[in-house]
Nanobody, 120 residues
């Protein structure tokens, strides 16, 4: 199994920045991709950004121009640098990971979520 632990959420004023981190641990043989999703109150979960082991990224509409995803393959860690935050970025941010375990099983895993609140 793979466990994901997020950190870095909190309360910030509009226009501010936050950096989220997510560390993957457990019986990991290979991580295929990692990413971030978010769920705002009353809304469906949406893609923020993903990144492959090779560094290829996919950005959701919310990330373009303001958020940057990066990854440390050695540390099995993914980061989300969020700049110019807006009140509409308020949401629970979830780390996601697609990985192969040492037993050869490919799975999709989720963290517990970290709250980001942007005040106006």
């Amino acid at each position: 199994q793979v466990q994901l632990v997020e950190s870095g959420g909190g309360l910030v004023q509009a226009g501010g920045s936050l950096r989220l981190s997510c560390v993957a641990s457990g019986s990991i043989f290979r991580i295929n991709y990692m990413g971030w999703y978010r769920r705002a109150p009353g809304k469906q979960r949406e893609l923020v950004a993903t990144i492959t082991s090779g560094g290829s990224t996919t950005d959701g509409d919310s990330a373009k121009g303001r958020f940057t995803i990066s990854r440390d393959n050695v540390k099995n860690t993914v980061y989300l640098q969020m700049n110019s935050l807006k009140p509409e970025d308020t949401a629970v941010y979830y780390c996601n990971c697609n990985a192969m375990s040492v037993a050869g099983v490919i799975g999709n895993y989720w963290g517990q979520g970290t709250q980001v609140t942007v005040s106006s």
